[in-house]
């Protein structure tokens, strides 16, 4: 199993570049399914879940082609309408081939995703925006099996705010016979592209990014290309790690516009921001300011930088309170950040951090992808080495992360 050691106590200065965004990559390669025709993405990030997904379509019958960034998808011919439990179980996203295999085939199987370390996390409202647009669904053997003649447009409104469950039913209704209205639909900006892409492929979208999208189904959605996004999290995850190590650097290719909140607790902290175009810089030259943070869906302050701000925190001036309100569980990083000395209380969905001075490098052993990404943090700024077990978490969602910190001076290397 690999591992990654860090050597704390370096600054953070320089440029890197941020890869495109992996919540909006795996939906989008998923609308794939939704035509015969090829279709074309570009800035597709490599990380394990985009491998999985690849692999996910191609086991259906799914002509993909990779290249670097690029990826070339064409579900002309597809043979299998089914997501099995091994996949599912390595990537929960993969119930994003539910919507599109409905609408375009009539029929899918997907594997009832199992447990998850952060919560346990149902796929309830995905169900049931499908059954609300005519499908018939049975639990099967662990198995969602759904099938519909064609599925037809509905009023959905949904009982609290899923980012994928918004992304199936919306993929879905592109392809139903009527019109489709989601209510309390998520508004994240990844939701925004996907829905971009499907534009580019003929769907009638109005609304993403607002808590209602209607969808007026067609017959048919074309090929198209579409640019994923920059990921929003792996820039908000370098910019605390700098405001936590100190130093200046400059992210290139991102959007400022979509990491508000994010932005003004890194302000709050204690960091020097500016925005130029696509570049975000950060300057830190003094210990953190320790902030509160409460996690929302968008464009509130999203639970996928909960653990990155605890890492902060750990290491600021003062004391701060961390709510998470989205998963039961996420906060299986401060018993982590504890054995580095880290001063944590947690009760409930509350935890309580008392800023210390240094914490110290020990080995410890990532839970889950966010997780991982704010023990990296507390690595980079804890005294000695600091070794990260079970790093295949940080290798599903962060992009060549090693040699990106390493080129912004961080000492961190994979033990293989
Ligand atoms: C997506 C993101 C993930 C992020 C999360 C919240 C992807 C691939 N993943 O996950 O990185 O942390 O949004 O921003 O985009 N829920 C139900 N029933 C459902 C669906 C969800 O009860 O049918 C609950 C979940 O257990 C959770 C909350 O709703 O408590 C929000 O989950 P959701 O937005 O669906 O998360 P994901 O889409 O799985």
Not at 21 to 32: F, Q, W
Not at 204 to 219: L, Q, Y
Not at 293 to 308: H, L
Not at 331 to 358: K, P, S, W, Y
């Amino acid at each position: 199993m690999q591992r990654l050691a860090i050597q704390g106590g370096n600054r953070l200065n320089g440029e890197v570049r941020i890869s495109g965004a992996k919540n909006a990559a795996l939906p989008i390669l998923c609308a794939s399914l939704l035509t015969g025709d090829p279709l074309q993405l570009d800035n597709v990030p490599d990380l394990n879940d985009v491998a999985t997904m690849r692999k996910l379509l191609q086991q259906m019958g799914v002509a993909v082609e990779a290249t670097g960034n690029q990826v070339a998808l064409s579900a002309a011919h597809i043979d299998k309408l089914e997501a099995p439990y091994d996949m599912v179980k390595t990537m929960r996203a993969a119930i994003l081939v539910l919507g599109p295999l409905v609408a375009r085939f009539g029929e899918a199987r997907v594997s009832l995703p199992g447990g998850c370390a952060i919560g346990s996390r149902p796929v309830d409202l995905h169900i049931k925006g499908l059954q609300a647009m005519g499908a018939e669904i049975h639990i099967e053997h662990g198995y969602i099996h759904a099938q519909a003649k064609r599925l037809k447009g509905a009023r959905i409104c949904f009982d609290l705010v899923s980012v994928t469950g918004t992304e199936n039913l919306m993929m879905a209704a592109t392809l139903a016979d009527g019109v489709t209205v989601l209510e309390n639909a998520a508004r994240e900006p990844e939701v925004v592209d996907l829905a971009y892409c499907l534009i580019a492929m003929g769907a009638k979208i109005e609304g993403a990014g607002s808590d209602t999208i209607t969808i007026a189904g067609v017959e048919k959605l074309h090929g198209a290309s579409h640019r994923v996004m920059p990921d929003r999290i792996e820039s908000g995850t370098f910019l605390v790690a700098a405001a936590a190590a100190g130093g200046s650097i400059t992210l290139t290719g991102t959007r400022a516009d979509i990491l508000d909140n994010v932005l003004e607790k890194l302000q709050e902290a204690g960091a020097t921001i500016q925005v130029a175009g696509s570049t975000i810089s950060l300057q830190m030259s003094k210990r953190p300011t320790a902030v509160n943070v409460r996690t929302a869906p968008y464009p509130a302050f999203p639970t996928d930088m909960q653990a990155q701000f605890m890492a902060l925190n750990a290491v600021a001036e003062g004391s701060a309170m961390v709510v998470e309100t989205i998963f039961e569980n996420r906060f299986m990083h401060v018993q982590e950040l504890r054995r580095l000395g880290a001063q944590i209380d947690v009760e409930g969905n509350t935890a309580v951090i008392r800023g210390c001075a240094q914490l110290e490098g020990a080995t410890i052993m990532a839970t889950d992808l966010r997780a991982s990404a704010c023990l990296v943090i507390a690595g980079l700024v804890a005294q000695g080495e600091t070794v990260i077990d079970r790093i295949y978490h940080l290798d599903r969602g962060y992009e060549h992360i090693e040699a990106k910190l390493s080129a912004l001076g961080a000492q961190i290397r994979r033990i293989k």
